[in-house]
């Protein structure tokens, strides 16, 4: 089962070169080598051996020279890539070259000239008679698919489940999203073992500052229940097996496991110890089971995540309010919203380490937010930023404008309901008036809720982000900008829902670089490019899982099944499902 690593055994030849004689004795060696009796002398030609030997070492010098020059060059080259050395020459006065500046496309911030420059097209189009929301995905003939956990799980319908091996103790961290990840891995990793599994801990987080319980996010009785023939789940260990530790947790051995654990090390490492002292703890507990693994195991995590897992009660009540509220709102598409989950937080941007508009003060600030953040990780020797190669390869956060921008250019007019889901957004007042400005009908959880609502909920960011989550789950159009847990649950989530399609829009950042770079751009070659990006979004809404990806985020194929009949779908719309 083990790779083995092969190491070649190839000999490295060296040739030994004799340094060349003194002057006062090349004469007489060379008469000796020279063809026939006495006719050497200085006028004689070398021989074939002499020639090879100064072959040889004519190539040795000349391939230690190109050696030495290799890393100037690679270097070189990787500062021109991250726009270090971009310089235009422009003259030669004087005998000297006189250069200017010149940034790589795409590397700097110059969507507020794009905007000014686009907005008249854009007023012109207000109040569209065909507003994309109308018919944003072409749905109407395809392969249909269906979630399918039950009949892929081998041990489904079991009345009784086997005696347990032990306690399986996991500690959760991270947000929302990555609590989820580690409760459906442990949920997998019990069923695997024969263990019960006890309520995950959840870590309070230096970042998430959030103090929830299990309790106070997902509906502890309806996980136990929905989970009851696959895996037995215990709200807390037994009396008696806790005085076995001196009723303290924290006695319980914490296995180290790696991240990304196959199936087969649990068997191995871990289920040896479980047996021998009836309980074990694994702390942390985030991304550790590998992607790949049995369909059957698959389908556990599948049962967690889009079946077991709920919303706790009170977050499902005011997140089902919001989503009405959202669709009463959208009346002038039927019901049809867009939602976007915005990711340009203080943190996210200092932590993407890209360049705005903010100057001298903007950068002040990023840097006091990565210090307070993260401690050193962005002043370690040798590590460089730079802003501009960021945005080039399409990894800084999209602004509020940006998304504006993209949305009207695909053909959502301002009479489109938006959600907005995010944090605190960085300078808010300044960044989100021009998305305001394009989308009159936008919400967020704030505006969407009262204050006295939404009051249990504040100082709690896994509870408030569940509340995002569930009014983007019900979106018509879900936009995500920055990557991270949040939109790729989510995703996976929608796919499950309906019908495998995700229905979400995923830009290339890399494109909308280069466009946002170009303050002249016109609107209808604009509009182009932002309608190819929708269709292409569309394209990949109903991609399949490749190895080494996700099944939280692609459950097809394996937690979903294609339907033998195509399915017609003339109405598009996206039924409510709770969750």
């Not at 060059?73 to 004087?94: A, P, Q, T, W």
């Not at 005696?163 to 996991?170: C, R």
């Not at 991270?174 to 995950?200: E, F, H, K, Y």
């Not at 049962?303 to 009540?317: D, V, Y």
Request: proline residues 5%; hydrophobic residues 40%; glycine residues 8%.
């Amino acid at each position: 089962m083990h790779g083995l690593s092969r190491l070649g055994n190839g000999g490295n030849r060296s040739v030994s070169v004799s340094p060349p004689s003194s002057p006062r004795f090349r004469h007489g060696r060379y008469k000796n080598f020279s063809g026939g009796g006495g006719a050497g002398g200085r006028g004689g030609k070398q021989s074939t051996a002499d020639k090879i030997v100064f072959v040889l070492i004519s190539t040795v010098f000349r391939r230690k020279g190109v050696l030495l020059f290799a890393p100037l060059l690679y270097i070189s080259g990787m500062l021109l890539y991250m726009g270090s050395l971009g310089f235009d020459v422009v003259s030669l006065k004087n005998a000297v070259v006189v250069v200017h500046r010149r940034f790589p496309p795409g590397s700097v911030y110059r969507s507020p000239q794009v905007f000014q420059n686009l907005w008249p097209f854009m007023e012109a189009e207000s109040n569209a008679s065909q507003n994309a929301l109308i018919a944003t995905w072409n749905l109407k003939m395809h392969q249909g698919w269906k979630p399918c956990v039950n009949s892929i799980i081998s041990k489904s319908g079991f009345s009784q489940l086997p005696k347990s091996n032990g306690f399986l103790i996991i500690e959760a961290n991270g947000g929302l999203n990555q609590q989820r990840l580690s409760i459906c891995d442990a949920v997998a990793v019990a069923w695997l073992l024969n263990a019960t599994l006890v309520i995950p801990i959840f870590h309070l987080n230096s970042v998430w500052r959030d103090s929830s319980k299990f309790g106070d996010i997902f509906d502890e009785e309806f996980f136990i229940h929905a989970l009851r023939n696959h895996v037995n789940v215990v709200r807390e260990l037994p009396e008696d097996v806790l005085q076995r530790f001196d009723n303290n947790v924290s006695n319980i051995v914490n296995l180290r496991v790696k991240g990304w654990s196959s199936p087969a090390h649990y068997l191995q490492k871990v289920l040896p110890k479980l047996r021998a002292m009836g309980a074990v703890r694994i702390a942390p507990f985030s991304n550790r089971l590998a992607y790949s693994v049995p369909s059957n195991v698959q389908g556990l995590k599948c049962l967690s995540n889009f079946e077991a897992l709920r919303f706790s009660e009170p977050i499902r009540t005011l997140a089902d309010k919001m989503v009405e509220r959202m669709v009463m709102n959208s009346f002038h598409t039927g019901g049809k919203y867009v939602s976007v989950h915005l990711r340009f937080e203080m943190d996210m941007v200092a932590f993407s380490c890209c360049e705005y508009d903010g100057g001298e003060e903007e950068r002040r600030e990023m840097d006091i937010a990565r210090e307070r953040s993260w401690r050193g990780k962005f002043r370690k020797r040798g590590r460089v930023i730079r802003p501009g190669a960021n945005r080039v390869d399409g990894k800084c956060p999209l602004t509020p404008l940006e998304v504006g921008m993209m949305l009207r250019g695909m053909g959502f007019d301002n009479n489109t309901s938006v959600f907005v889901a995010a944090g605190n957004i960085y300078k808010a007042e300044k960044y989100m008036a021009p998305l305001k400005q394009m989308f009159p009908l936008l919400q967020t959880k704030d505006t969407l809720a009262t204050s006295e609502e939404l009051a249990p909920f504040k100082g709690h960011t896994s509870r408030l982000a569940a509340l995002d989550y569930t009014v983007c789950l019900h979106s018509e159009v879900f936009v995500t900008t920055q990557g991270g847990n949040f939109p790729h649950f989510l995703m996976g989530h929608r796919r499950y829902l309906y019908g495998g399609h995700a229905k979400t829009i995923k830009p290339d950042k890399r494109k909308l670089a280069l466009l946002f770079d170009s303050p002249h751009s016109r609107w209808e070659t604009f509009k182009r490019q932002m309608k190819d990006m929708l269709r292409h979004s569309d394209v990949k809404g109903s991609e399949l899982k490749k190895a080494s990806g996700s099944v939280y985020t692609f459950p097809m194929p394996d937690c979903m099944c294609k339907q033998t009949e195509p399915v017609y779908d003339s109405s598009n719309t996206t039924e409510r499902t709770s969750v």
